[in-house]
Nanobody, 121 residues
Framework: VQLQASGGGLVQPGGSLRLSCAASGSSFSINTMGWFRQAPGQQREWVASIVRGGSTNYADSVKVRFTISRDNAKNTVYLQMNSLKPEDTAVYYC????????????????WGKGTQVTVSS
């Protein structure tokens, strides 16, 4: 399974961005998709996840501001990020796994290369 993320960029505080991540290869068996992020000098942090049936979970730091969704037909997961803050600046990584994981799960099997999100005025 290969994951290709896109949609990162530079945005002002309070602005919005939407990240996309398309899965290819043996993606028919992917049941959980999600996002992690890593800021400079920080540990990787779980952001959100969604399982095939649509159940979603979020880190407290992004709850209400971020929305994760997926299009099963396109094997694509999205992360709509609103009310962005400078502390959201990080490289965002798309992840996927064949298991069902509700919430934080560190051992996701597949990882994309990451897309940079910078929130700055």
């Amino acid at each position: 399974v290969q994951l290709q993320a896109s949609g990162g960029g530079l945005v002002q505080p309070g602005g919005s961005l939407r990240l996309s991540c398309a899965a290819s290869g043996s993606s028919f068996s992917i049941n959980t998709m999600g996002w992690f992020r890593q800021a400079p000098g920080q540990q990787r942090e779980w952001v959100a996840s969604i399982v095939r049936g649509g159940s979603t979970n979020y880190a407290d730091s992004v709850k209400v501001r971020f929305t994760i969704s997926r299009d099963n037909a396109k094997n694509t997961v999205y992360l709509q990020m609103n009310s962005l803050k400078p502390e959201d600046t990080a490289v965002y990584y798309c992840t996927a796994d064949r298991g069902y994981h509700y919430g934080y799960y560190s051992a996701m099997s597949y990882w994309g290369k990451g897309t940079q999100v910078t929130v700055s005025s």
